[in-house]
């Protein structure tokens, strides 16, 4: 039997309003494939890894400023994957910390999207909400090879200067099989 897997990679660089960001201000449960990971665990079919076990690469790019990134193997076919990923209205049952997902009017007809997260950082409630246009990348040459992308774009927040980042999704075989 042939198992499909998809290697899911996200990144995306934030700039804050606030006080300096530091490291342990943006765990790794926080970035897009943690989160990522946590909606495959809890998709019935759809397997990952755990996400104590998801490399997360935090990089300071300027003054509060980072750009996080982090990659995952995830058992299953790109299409199941991709659903997730683009059911937009549903991803915040099933994403860790995300409180609030939903499409809202675009006015070129684009897909925008508002998001609410809320956690516990250092004992506080912490909670960002933004509103991005989203980019599903599709077609070409890309997608003939399995690869499929979603560019994400702040419009909004009164956290967030900037947030922009990527996910991108490609098929993966481990070598031998």
Request: one cysteine or more; proline letters at 7%; charged letters at 20%.
């Amino acid at each position: 039997a042939v198992m499909h897997a998809v290697l899911l990679l996200a990144s995306f660089a934030a700039v804050s309003y606030l006080a300096p960001l530091r490291q342990a201000a943006v765990p790794p449960r926080a970035t897009p494939v943690a989160r990522a990971t946590g909606v495959m665990q809890q998709t019935p079919g759809v397997g990952a890894k755990s996400m104590s076990s998801v490399p997360v690469s935090i990089s300071t790019t300027g003054f509060n400023s980072r750009c996080i990134s982090a990659s995952i193997v995830v058992g299953a076919p790109p299409e199941a994957v991709w659903a997730i990923l683009t059911d937009y209205d549903n991803l915040a049952t099933h994403v860790p910390n995300l409180v609030t997902s939903e499409l809202r009017p675009h006015p070129n007809g684009g897909t925008r999207l508002f998001q609410e997260g809320a956690q516990k950082i250092v004992g506080f409630d912490f909670r960002a909400s933004l509103i991005m246009d989203m980019d599903e990348c599709k077609g070409g040459d890309n997608e003939a090879r399995g690869m499929r992308r979603i560019e994400f774009k702040l419009v909004e927040s009164a956290m967030f200067a900037t947030f922009e980042g990527e996910w991108r999704g490609e098929p993966y075989s481990p070598v031998g099989e």
